[in-house]
């Protein structure tokens, strides 16, 4: 499918329960063949977009389409789509293997093959019931029962809950060749660094309304950059009070012989500030994105 063509499409969606205005105007557009991550603290509205996305909730207004499908075409959209819910109910009475043979039949066509193969890459045993298994092997029964019918797109909140690192990583290889293959992924998570090694772009929900839309690049350029310097301790004061001369730089902390700095601004302008400075190192690193969303969030500017 053309990489310019929408798997998802938002205009203005709104969704409120009773007086609560939970959604607040969203527009996204998630092409064909991107992983995005949709970001936001708890009670932002991420589960309640994506549920609105699925017709799980009925929006107030607003168009939503699923490769120009109206997603109330529920069984053209659908079909489309495996979607991995943050609260799954599952039959605790059925096996693993049970469970997904009802969800195979739901398919059209049989897809219990793809099933064992990933069962066999996640670590999971198929025979065992469902309530015995722990939360981590049961997300694994979810994250199967998603991609067992060669879905076109994704729909994963909270995805990883319970995995421990190993399948963490298991769980990323699965997703890089789902879009290898040409799928798209349209994912909430609170690990950051699966966020950040995964996804091509990030969306920021704060209260509702969509605050920002950037590719991981981009946002990593466009945050603040951590500026150690290594002086002699008069050299170090001498930065400190003058270092509001260079727009977007300011003090964060200082110790003996170092001082950290925050920089958000033209790299080619600290470098000339610095160069006038008498230091004997420095070290300029990209913030990470759990810093960059603590900044977003704390501060409340958009990005």
């Given at each position: 499918?053309?990489?310019?063509?929408?798997a998802?499409?938002?205009s203005?969606?709104y969704?409120?329960f009773?007086?609560n205005q939970v959604l607040?105007?969203?527009?996204?557009d998630?092409?064909?063949?991107?992983?995005?991550?949709f970001l936001?603290?708890?009670?932002?509205?991420?589960?309640?977009?994506?549920r609105?996305?699925?017709d799980?909730?009925?929006?107030?207004?607003?168009?939503i389409?699923?490769?120009g499908?109206?997603?109330q075409?529920?069984?053209k959209?659908h079909?489309?789509?495996?979607?991995?819910?943050?609260?799954?109910?599952?039959?605790?009475?059925?096996?693993?293997?049970?469970?997904l043979k009802?969800?195979?039949?739901?398919?059209n066509g049989d897809?219990?093959a793809n099933a064992?193969?990933l069962?066999?890459?996640?670590?999971?045993r198929l025979n065992?019931?469902?309530?015995?298994?722990?939360?981590g092997n049961?997300?694994k029964?979810?994250?199967?029962?998603?991609?067992?019918?060669?879905?076109?797109?994704?729909i994963?909140d909270?995805?990883?809950?319970?995995?421990?690192?190993?399948?963490?990583?298991?769980?990323i290889k699965?997703?890089q060749?789902?879009k290898?293959k040409g799928g798209?992924?349209f994912?909430?998570?609170?690990?950051?660094?699966e966020v950040?090694e995964?996804?091509?772009r990030v969306?920021?929900?704060?209260?509702?309304?969509?605050?920002?839309?950037?590719?991981?690049k981009?946002l990593?350029a466009?945050?603040?950059?951590?500026v150690?310097?290594?002086a002699d301790g008069?050299?170090?004061?001498k930065?400190?009070?003058?270092?509001?001369?260079l727009?977007?730089?300011?003090?964060?902390?200082?110790?003996?012989?170092n001082m950290?700095?925050?920089?958000?601004?033209?790299?080619?302008k600290l470098?000339?500030?610095?160069s006038?400075?008498?230091i004997?190192d420095i070290?300029?690193t990209?913030p990470?994105?759990d810093?960059i969303?603590l900044?977003l969030?704390s501060g409340?500017d958009e990005?």
């Open positions: 499918m053309d990489k310019n063509t929408s998802i499409k938002l203005e969606v969704k409120a009773g007086k607040k105007g969203i527009n996204l998630i092409k064909s063949g991107e992983i995005f991550g936001g603290p708890n009670g932002a509205g991420k589960t309640t977009t994506i609105v996305i699925l799980i909730f009925r929006s107030d207004k607003g168009f389409e699923i490769f499908i109206s997603n075409k529920i069984k959209s079909s489309l789509i495996g979607y991995l819910s943050s609260e799954m109910i599952l039959d605790n009475d059925l096996t693993g293997e049970q469970y009802y969800i195979n039949s739901r398919y897809f219990m064992e193969v069962a066999n890459i996640l670590k999971v065992k019931k469902i309530g015995k298994l722990s939360n049961r997300q029964i979810g994250l199967i029962s998603a991609l067992m019918h060669n879905p076109k797109l994704l994963l909270e995805p990883t809950q319970g995995f421990d690192p190993i399948i963490q990583q298991t769980f699965l997703i060749q789902f290898r798209t992924v994912m909430s998570s609170h690990i950051l660094a950040q995964l996804c091509d969306g920021f929900i704060k209260d509702g309304s969509i605050i920002g839309l950037k590719t991981v981009e990593r466009s945050a603040r950059k951590k150690t310097i290594w008069n050299d170090l004061e930065i400190k009070y003058q270092h509001k001369s727009p977007g730089l300011h003090f964060i902390s200082e110790s003996v012989d950290v700095l925050g920089y958000s601004g033209d790299i080619n470098t000339k500030y610095l006038s400075k008498n004997d070290t300029i990209e990470e994105l810093e969303f900044d969030y409340g990005v």
